[in-house]
């Protein structure tokens, strides 16, 4: 059954953002959540490639034809060693392949001389290149896994090479105030996830691709960590109590896949059962070619099932895994970071236009993740919470989300009101007992009334010009007012507490909170407050 957009928004569920001593004790106790999987890292060596089973192929041609046979053969050793041992992230071994390539195009030498390696440090300190960096890294841990291999004096050279600091700092992208890269307003981000629905609803969209959209646009999780689940972290511990769990990413001390440290998020019920509707998927897939499966391997198998290679890659998985759970569990079965990344950016689907650019948005995935944080931030969520939502691991990595002028200014604000509100919202209009008394007493028009209700009139209007005030609140706070000793204020009162109590809330995506511009009565409140003031004391007299 598919489900309207409008229904989606009311499912949507952030995590609780209070702050209390149990809530704290709740998070520290999430973040020590572990749970290890056994995983092996595959890559091999074709005529002109290196495919690294899981990732990818990367063109290996410069090197081969720069690097004598033997050199290349112990290139391809290091690498062998450090996908055995797990030393990098699959798509972090792509990147340095990708390096050294481009490194042979640059040098056109067989060696890594030190004469090279600096030309080539300054070539890219020149073009703004930090990829020299992790070229860096991978010679001086490839030096100590061979001795020798590279020469001491060219090690020397590279040791003396400055680390080349990006163009931007990091957090960029989200301080930008680039429309086409930075946080999307509210509407943006609402009519994003309308267009989701209504593509997949239209039949644009597989239900593989929507499924990813929207877990993407509901929790900012990274393209790996959607690539990386699987159908057990989806679970239910009641009818009413359903979680997903995100394998972590870019944690320290992780040591491969799936290994991080877990991200346990509340799940809402439609985005629940399109989540189960792709596990169903996901398992028929997999059984057309395996045959039929018991629960616990079913369980194992991926979330996001790579869909065009999912026969071929269990050819190779049988050849590498004797022990069906084993094969069922590998990380080769998942779809890849970069094609996750793909179709985040829904190029097949509708595209979104903004009114705020007058042109279509730039949609990926770390666009949600910077709006979802920013929308927390500024509703007041602690930096612990956030810290949480966002799976940091360091305070220093929110730095980029708080640095907000807009909201210090609202916090600011909110820190001297108590002080200057006596002065800047004091009454300064004039109290009547009835309307006889009233500036105005002859114009029936000059009548204010809660609800437009007789039986609830507050005061009297003492100016004759036009006013385009929602009466009656906003006449609080004019100098025109000549509000009733004996009038319902306190009603008045009441109201935009209430009002002002639901704006306080938790924001959730389609309660109708504004999340970005929140509406704040507290100048009204005091208003009110005043005014309640002064007729106590008038009474009294």
Known sequence: MTRSAADYKKSQQLNPVTTDNSDQSLLRRFDTI????DHLQLIEWRENSAYIYGTGSVNIRDIKSTFPPILFLKITAAFDEICRLNVYADITIVDIIQIVSQYCRFSKTNIFSSDSLLDFH???RRKNLTHFNKMKTFILYWNNLSPGTISKKSIIALQSCATIKPPRPSGSNVRSDDESEGWLTDEEYHSIIDTIWFDYESGINSLWNTTASLLCAQYGRRPIQLAHLKIKDLRQQSETERYIEFPGAKDQDSEGFRLSKFEIHPI?????????RLADESINEFEKNLGPLPYNLKRELPLFYPRSQLTKRLQIIDEVHANQLDRCSSRFLHTRAKRMSTVLRRSTGTRVWS?????YLEEYAYRFRYTRARQLARSGVSKATLSF???????KSLDAYYDDPAERARVLDDGISNIMAPLAQAFRGRLIR??????????ESSLIELDGNDDYAVGNCGSSGFCAASVPIPCYRCTKFEPWIDGPHEEVLQRLLERQNEENMTPLPGSGRRL?????LDRDIQAVLNVINHCKNAKSL
Do not use: F, I, V
């Not at 572990?34 to 999987?37: D, I, K, S, V």
């Not at 309307?435 to 114009?443: I, Q």
């Not at 970005?516 to 704040?520: A, C, I, S």
């Open 34 to 37: 572990h749970r290890r999987a």
């Open 122 to 124: 300054d070539y890219c």
């Open 268 to 276: 809402g019920d439609h985005l629940w059962q399109m989540c189960q």
């Open 355 to 359: 009114s705020r650019t007058n042109d």
């Open 389 to 395: 939502w966002l799976g940091h691991e360091h305070s």
């Open 434 to 443: 009835n309307k006889s008394e009233a500036t105005r007493a002859s114009d």
């Open 516 to 520: 970005l511009t929140p509406l704040q």
